[in-house]
């Protein structure tokens, strides 16, 4: 059975950097490309980057130089390396399977960025 558990997250001040850590199990990662999504209130969940088993990397035009995506293989590990955040970055952050999530998602990790 696939789980996918998200940390990381918390409450920052725009300006600020997180660290986001996706550790995954019940799948073969080292093979899956993976990505971050996220879900703010009112909103539909989008993609905000994914990287392949090659770690070739993919943004969102929105956090493009300022988010970086990134994986350990050995630890089955997915990160989201956040700086320079904004207040419209808040939202639940995801991980899941790229391009084409599965409907397996974990319980997200709340990203807060106060103005």
């Known amino acids: 059975q696939v789980q996918l558990v998200e940390s990381g997250g918390g409450l920052v001040q725009a300006g600020g950097s997180l660290r986001l850590s996706c550790a995954a199990s019940g799948m073969l990662f080292m093979i899956k490309s993976m990505g971050w999504y996220r879900q703010a209130p009112g909103k539909q969940r989008e993609l905000v980057a994914g990287?392949?088993?090659?770690?070739?990397?993919n943004y969102a035009d929105s956090v493009k130089g300022r988010f970086t995506i990134s994986r350990d293989n050995a630890k089955k590990l997915v990160f989201l390396q956040m700086n320079s955040l904004k207040p419209e970055d808040t939202a639940i952050y995801y991980c899941?399977?790229?391009?084409?999530?599965?409907?397996?998602w974990g319980q997200g990790t709340q990203v807060t960025v106060s103005s």
């Open positions: 990287i392949t088993s090659s770690r070739i990397t």
């Open positions: 899941n399977v790229w391009p084409v999530p599965q409907d397996y």
